[in-house]
């Protein structure tokens, strides 16, 4: 189906409860976000405080914002609820007012067919549906909209995980491509908005010392790393039937090692970008294809992080622990491209860690031959971008002060400035001004599960054992040595 075409289910009056002329009126600027899930952490913590921060940055008019979910909210309440949200982002201005001041509630079961039929009349303009739901309800909701239709040019906005499994996700390509073309389908990651992460491509592509460098002729590692100090934070819900595999490493950290690996684009326009990741996705799988060998999983104990004291995670109020599912996981891949064959991508993940590093770490061969006569430490080097601490480190071997034959190996080291928009804000302003390199494509959410599905079936087999570690410790021990 085409944006032009006529949606399923009805006639577009009877599908959107407004005539072509009434739909017409409400395009140019005029727009219409609903936010699915509006009572939701998401929304609150992170969507509207982006949305925020995106109004305030770039004077967003014409915005209508419609919050939607199942219990029952006056308009004024969501208002207030609203301003909150996007004052805890740091908005204000005349823009701000007059979108919080505009905005309404609409209370409805977004799986409902009668309740999405009379949400969809609330819209002015282009329609954008943010799923702020669980993944399950998220495809329930798309299964009730194919049902009902939706007006021209609606957008849809999925968070992840998409599906959960290469099967699901097929599926729910296919059910979203029934209801709009997939240029119209936005699967959002928010790391891919971080400017911390988008730095990798002007660190790649804008240094010529730097580039043709990276390739398997130079470089003999890559780690791609996001441990964090925070443990299940109340999420238990979502997380245990989840874990870290399929949380972070499936979603953020392949999308991650795409923009690592993928070959130079002739622009950054989404198709050129896209294409190039897509390109790396289907070159990547699990080290010799042997994910017993080369995947590990470990959940934490208890311990103290940061002065904080945490429950081990089994024992976290919701928690199933026969589910065995895991705080902490590594996966080394190979990336089959002629640039890259033959380097592993160590990518790994955990909550609850002491010292948690967020970082790519490219490390470089050593020298062919350092002559005779220098002498002193000359460990490899290393060049590290930050994708938490905003952070680009290069460790290099120089001549020290005294004998100028005694190498010693220094670090350069430099920040990054804060990124103009929040992580959502940059999310938001792809989604609603039609720029999509920060998407997920649909071929690209399914080569990520067919990715992982080796390891998930080995752990389901039991052939990789479930390791314990201490909250505040760096992970099970010897984990540093396990890829070697």
């Known amino acids: 189906m085409s944006g032009a075409d006529t949606p399923r289910g009805g006639s577009k009056e009877e599908r959107t409860g407004q005539s072509d002329e009434q739909a017409e009126s409400g395009t140019g600027q005029t727009q219409t976000l609903v936010i699915l899930g509006a009572q939701g952490d998401l929304t609150a913590r992170l969507l509207l405080p982006g949305l925020g921060n995106l109004v305030a940055a770039s004077s967003l008019t014409g915005l209508f914002l419609v919050g939607s979910d199942r219990s029952e909210e006056s308009d004024e309440e969501w208002r207030t609820a609203v301003a909150q949200a996007f004052a805890a982002g740091g908005a204000s ?3 701000v007012d007059t979108v919080v001041r505009d905005a309404r509630y609409v209370t409805a079961d977004a799986t409902d067919e009668h309740d999405l039929r009379r949400l969809l009349t609330s819209r002015r303009g282009r ?6 739901l669980p993944p399950a309800v998220t495809v329930e909701a798309c299964r009730a909209l194919a049902r009902t239709g939706v007006p021209d040019g609606t957008r849809l906005v999925l968070e992840k995980p998409f599906g959960t499994d290469t099967a699901s996700a097929t599926a729910l390509n296919e059910l979203l491509h029934g209801l709009v073309p997939e240029d119209q389908v936005h699967r959002v990651d928010h790391f891919l908005g971080m400017s911390t992460v988008l730095n990798i491509l002007g660190v790649r592509f804008a240094n010529r010392v730097i580039e043709p460098l990276l390739t398997s002729e130079h470089v003999e590692a890559v780690d791609i790393v996001f441990d964090e100090t925070l443990g299940l934070e109340g999420r238990a819900g979502f ?3 989840t874990g870290a595999l399929r949380d972070m490493l499936q979603s953020h950290l392949l999308q991650v090692l795409a923009l690592v690996a993928m070959p130079a684009p002739s622009t950054l326009e989404p198709v050129d970008v896209r294409d190039a990741k897509a390109h790396v996705l289907r070159a990547t799988h699990v080290w010799d294809d042997r994910p017993e060998r080369f995947s590990r999983r470990a959940r934490y104990t208890a311990g103290t992080v940061d002065g904080r004291s945490l429950p081990s995670y089994v024992d976290e109020p919701g928690i199933d622990p026969a589910r065995e599912t895991e705080t902490l996981t590594e996966v080394v891949f190979a990336v089959d491209t002629w640039k890259w064959a033959g ?13 948690p590093r967020q970082e790519v770490a490219f490390w470089f061969k050593a020298p062919q031959h350092v002559p005779d006569g220098l002498v002193g430490d000359v460990p490899g080097n290393r060049l590290r971008i930050g994708i938490g601490p905003r952070r680009l480190q290069l460790d290099i071997n120089i001549n020290g002060p005294g004998d100028p034959s005694t190498v010693s190996p220094v670090t350069l080291d430099t920040s990054f400035g804060p990124g103009g928009l929040l992580e959502y804000g940059e999310v938001l302003r792809g989604v609603l001004e039609d720029e999509k390199p920060l998407s997920v494509r ?8 067919r990715i992982v599905e080796p390891v998930l079936d080995a752990w389901r087999d039991g052939r990789v054992p479930l390791e314990d570690y201490q909250a505040g410790s760096a992970g099970p021990t010897a984990w540093e040595d396990w890829a070697t």
Not at 127 to 132: E, G, K, Q, S, V
């Open 442 to 449: 649909d071929d690209m959410s399914v080569e990520s599960w």
């Open 239 to 241: 997380y245990d039937t």
């Open 127 to 132: 329609l954008t549906l943010y799923f702020a």
């Open 93 to 95: 201005g005349p823009a």
């Open 343 to 355: 380097v592993p991508f160590r990518v790994r993940s955990g909550k609850a860690i002491g010292s």
